[in-house]
């Protein structure tokens, strides 16, 4: 049974960090092979894209978090972070964590609020 699990969100003033990590197991085929995304959905708005990374680590980002987010992985691991700078309010969503080959996978999701 494949299994994403998100972790590290919580509550972060504004202009503060914060890193999020999404662990797999669970999966057929090795995780070094998945394309991995990081998506979020804030209340009353449809999920969106943040940020992608391939397996050859090609990196890909919404315009609204270039500059400010980092996505990384560790194959060893079987582990894709998500490091997030100059937070702001705007930044307030589910994080959601996807795994696509052939088929897709995704976590349960962690809430990242951007508050003072």
């Known amino acids: 049974q494949v299994q994403l699990v998100e972790s590290g969100g919580g509550l972060v003033q504004p202009g503060g960090s914060l890193r999020v990590s999404c662990s797999a197991s669970?999966?057929?085929?090795?995780?070094?092979?998945?394309?991995m995304s990081w998506h979020r959905q804030a209340p009353g708005k449809e999920r969106e894209l943040v940020a992608t990374?391939?397996?050859?680590?090609?990196?890909n980002y919404a315009d609204s978090v270039k500059g400010r987010f980092t996505i990384s992985r560790d194959n060893a691991k079987n582990t894709v972070y998500l490091q997030m700078d100059s937070l702001n309010p705007e930044d307030t969503a589910v994080y959601y964590c996807?795994?696509?080959?052939?088929?897709?996978?995704w976590g349960q999701g962690t809430q990242v609020t951007v508050s003072s």
């Open positions: 996807n795994a696509v080959y052939s088929v897709s996978f």
């Open positions: 669970g999966l057929l085929i090795s995780f070094s092979r998945y394309t």
């Open positions: 990374i391939t397996r050859e680590f090609l990196t």
